[in-house]
């Protein structure tokens, strides 16, 4: 079955230093890929997402994500964090559910990010 | 102009009770989603729908019933609420072409004693 893995549940950094959460997903073809992010009680907001073409796509505030069709990877990086990334950050990959239009989005365990000066 | 809202934010309902959460999307899209997310676990799909008057299963529908009255309202039942049935609740909703670009409510906090 399609799965989502992010290894990490909590990830602590100082502020200005350099970010890396990671993700792989499972699935024999390769998945639409997205980076969604969920601030303290609030619904989830899409940060980027990836297709095809260039494995290295830009989000906003400064993140982006390399896709590895390899290494079944789709890390989500970032130079200089600021105290206000502190979040949670959802990995996600979409597959057209056989027989259907229907594309389901599948969502990894989630990576709390805690940044501290 | 928060495009997707979702009604009550927080609940404390009584085991064997009836449940309704609303939610409502001021979008036009055609997709709406019911996810549950539990502590250390991703978002998980309940039922969806894209077109008003149907509705489809997810991947945990049971325990939940899903109701489109019509295009900017989906709401999720419980007729029978559960412990196992605390959980924060998120609607969503995507287009048709991009159905995988989801935009989401704040959530509704549930707690069943």
């Known amino acids: 079955a399609q799965s989502v893995t992010q290894p990490d549940a909590r990830v602590t950094v100082s502020e200005g230093a350099s970010l890396q959460l990671r993700c792989k997903y499972s699935?024999?073809?390769?998945?639409?890929l997205f980076w969604y992010v969920q601030y303290q009680r609030q619904g989830l907001q899409l940060l980027l997402k990836?297709?095809?073409?260039?494995?290295v796509v830009q989000g906003v505030n400064g993140f982006e994500a390399e896709f590895s069709k390899s290494d079944s990877s789709f890390h989500l990086r970032k130079a200089s964090v600021h105290w206000s990334d502190s979040a949670v950050y959802f990995c996600?990959?979409?597959?057209?559910?056989?027989?259907?239009?229907?594309?389901?989005?599948?969502f990894g365990q989630g990576t709390s990010l805690s940044v501290v000066p | 102009e928060a495009a997707v809202t979702q009604s009550p934010r927080s609940k404390v309902a009584v085991t064997g009770g009836k449940v309704t959460l609303s939610c409502h999307q001021t979008?036009?899209?055609?997709?709406m989603y019911w996810y549950r997310q539990d502590t250390g676990h991703g978002l998980r799909l309940i039922h969806y729908?894209?077109?008003?008057?149907?509705?489809e299963k997810g991947d945990i529908p049971d325990g939940y019933k899903a109701s489109r009255p019509s295009q900017e309202n989906f709401s999720l039942i419980l007729e029978l609420a559960s412990l196992s049935q605390t959980a924060v609740y998120f609607c969503?909703?995507?287009?048709?072409?991009?159905?995988?670009?989801?935009?989401f409510g704040p959530g509704t906090r549930l707690l069943v004693l």
């Open positions: 699935y024999s073809g390769t998945p639409y």
């Open positions: 729908s894209y077109v008003a008057d149907s509705t």
């Open positions: 969503a909703s995507s287009d048709l072409v991009n159905q995988d670009t989801q935009y």
């Open positions: 979008n036009n899209h055609d997709y």
């Open positions: 996600a990959a979409s597959w057209l559910v056989a027989s259907s239009s229907f594309s389901k989005l599948v």
């Open positions: 990836y297709y095809s073409g260039d494995p």
